[in-house]
């Protein structure tokens, strides 16, 4: 068997077919950043992610997961006691243990997720620097592995309503439609401290005065009645009113959901969280020249 070389045409044609096969580099969508496909392919990324972040909080501690418990529970004590007893702050005819410790609850969640985003890539400077992923799983990562305390927290909520015989009405099954709140929330200000920390440095020594503002603008402490009447709207677009107060309507309270201050609530947090992702994605491809 005889083999023909290719004729010089046929080379030349190669050739051309060749050189007409070009790469374009074009700049991203900017919101590739949620894309689902990218997300699926880094998932067990993901995943342990997550896992080093739930690790990370209990390995080598004494009390282990009661860690979760005792930070909304001395809070409770301590609010209890001052603005309770000593302020005796209307606590709506609910026991005032109870009436804020359903506040602290997603208090606690928020302010742990937002202090650990702010640091999140930061920490992971010497993942990301050397190989990729999808940045944003830094920032959402603590959104997720927080449920783990959230969840052990609320065991004693509802032992404490067991113990002050309080039955939650019908609104309870609107209690996911709060708690996405709370997530979506504390979700779009975690990327947003984190893309700005990883620029500005003094971003994470500033968030601890800023959860403490947070908390006392929220009504943890106190009721939102106390707010005049003129100033309800604008309050009702700080995120955190509506989960509070939609928090308590749906465990403790006898009555409808405040939609007052969900509806807005939805609006401002929804806003937080695009504009976040935005800013996240056009400062991306700086971080690690920045870090």
């Not at 609104?171 to 439609?177: C, D, F, M, N, R």
Request: net charge positive.
């Amino acid at each position: 068997m005889s083999f023909r070389k290719p004729s010089f045409l046929n080379r030349w044609r190669r050739l051309q077919n060749h050189a007409e096969k070009k790469t374009i580099i074009d700049a991203k969508d900017p919101w590739s950043t949620l894309s689902l496909k990218e997300w699926l392919g880094y998932r067990d990324l993901l995943y342990f992610l997550i896992w080093r972040d739930i690790k990370i909080i209990y390995k080598q501690t004494v009390l282990g997961f009661s860690w979760a418990i005792i930070r909304p529970f001395f809070a409770m004590l301590v609010f209890s006691f001052i603005f309770g007893k000593l302020a005796q702050l209307d606590s709506e005819g609910v026991p005032y243990p109870v009436f804020s410790y359903t506040a602290l609850l997603p208090w606690t969640y928020f302010s742990t997720v937002i202090t650990k985003s702010t640091n999140s890539l930061i920490g992971t400077a010497e993942i990301f620097t050397k190989v990729y992923y999808p940045r944003i799983f830094a920032p959402l990562t603590p959104v997720v592995s927080a449920l783990v305390d959230f969840s052990i927290a609320f065991f004693i909520l509802a032992l404490m309503m067991l113990i002050y015989n309080i039955v939650p009405s019908s609104t309870i099954l609107a209690l996911p439609l709060v708690l996405f709140l709370l997530l979506i929330t504390a979700a779009g200000l975690g990327i947003w401290l984190s893309a700005l920390a990883i620029q500005y440095r003094d971003i994470k020594h500033a968030v601890p005065f800023l959860t403490q503002l947070l908390l006392y603008l929220a009504p943890v402490a106190w009721s939102y009645s106390l707010i005049p009447k003129p100033y309800d709207r604008l309050y009702a677009l700080y995120p955190m009113v509506g989960v509070i107060e939609g928090f308590r309507a749906c465990l403790i309270k006898q009555g409808a959901l405040p939609w007052q201050y969900i509806v807005p609530g939805y609006f401002m947090a929804i806003c937080i969280l695009i504009s976040g992702i935005y800013y996240f994605h056009r400062r991306e491809i700086f971080f690690a020249d920045i870090v």
